[in-house]
């Protein structure tokens, strides 16, 4: 009976391992399975707002078929503007009654034209170094009134301007040059 007893014990022994083994794995899967439908929840919420679900823009022929049923002429040839940042902030020194300045700024190049957009990209080393030898050129005086930084931006404009005609042959490509950030110390 001892044997019996002795093995009906160790099969109980065994039983209760078995069950206390499912029951912890039980848990992890149920974990797991929770991670991952929290892990895809945080994947969703993310790319709806990051616009992914978003229907894609109209058409030209959408916006005109659109226009001309409302009964309103739609602009012709009209793109929207492209800004194209240009990073890192400029930052230049000027030497003013003996002491050292600053300048940092921070330049925004506007155009509606795809092509010059992607010349903007390619000759970037040639744009920044334009303007920094205009921004680098002013007074610092100068650039504390409101109209020496307005001709600082002109100048701006037509440098990079100048930049866009020697590579495309285009001589109204750029719209704007933008200061976006202008901090003087």
């Given at each position: 009976?001892?044997?019996?007893?002795?093995?009906?014990?160790?099969?109980?022994?065994?039983?209760?391992?078995?069950?206390?083994?499912?029951?912890?794995?039980?848990?992890?899967?149920?974990?797991?399975?929770?991670?991952?439908?929290?892990?895809?929840?945080?994947?969703?919420?993310?790319?709806?707002?990051?616009?992914?679900?978003?229907?894609?823009?109209?058409?030209?022929?959408?916006?005109?078929?659109?226009?001309?049923?409302?009964?309103?002429?739609?602009?012709?040839?009209?793109?929207?503007?492209?800004?194209?940042?240009?990073?890192?902030?400029?930052?230049?020194?000027?030497?003013?009654?003996?002491?050292?300045?600053?300048?940092?700024?921070?330049?925004?190049?506007?155009?509606?034209?795809?092509?010059?957009?992607?010349?903007?990209?390619?000759?970037?080393?040639?744009?920044?170094?334009?303007?920094?030898?205009?921004?680098?050129?002013?007074?610092?005086?100068?650039?504390?009134t409101n109209e020496g930084k307005e001709l600082m931006r002109q100048q701006a404009m037509q440098g990079v301007q100048a930049v866009i005609?020697?590579?495309?042959?285009?001589?109204?490509?750029?719209?704007?040059?933008?200061?976006?950030?202008?901090?003087?110390?």
């Amino acid at each position: 009976m001892r044997r019996k007893n002795g093995m009906a014990e160790e099969e109980s022994e065994v039983a209760e391992d078995a069950t206390a083994a499912k029951g912890g794995k039980g848990k992890i899967i149920v974990l797991i399975v929770a991670v991952l439908v929290l892990i895809a929840g945080s994947v969703g919420v993310t790319l709806f707002f990051l616009g992914f679900f978003d229907p894609p823009p109209p058409t030209e022929e959408e916006l005109a078929a659109a226009a001309a049923e409302a009964g309103v002429e739609a602009p012709k040839g009209k793109i929207s503007a492209m800004y194209f940042p240009i990073q890192p902030p400029f930052v230049v020194n000027f030497q003013s009654r003996g002491r050292q300045r600053f300048l940092q700024t921070d330049v925004t190049i506007m155009t509606r034209d795809p092509e010059v957009f992607a010349t903007i990209q390619k000759h970037l080393p040639l744009i920044k170094n334009r303007l920094v030898m205009i921004l680098g050129g002013g007074a610092y005086q100068e650039l504390q009134t409101n109209e020496g930084k307005e001709l600082m931006r002109q100048q701006a404009m037509q440098g990079v301007q100048a930049v866009i005609t020697e590579e495309t042959g285009k001589e109204d490509g750029v719209e704007q040059v933008l200061f976006t950030n202008f901090v003087m110390q």
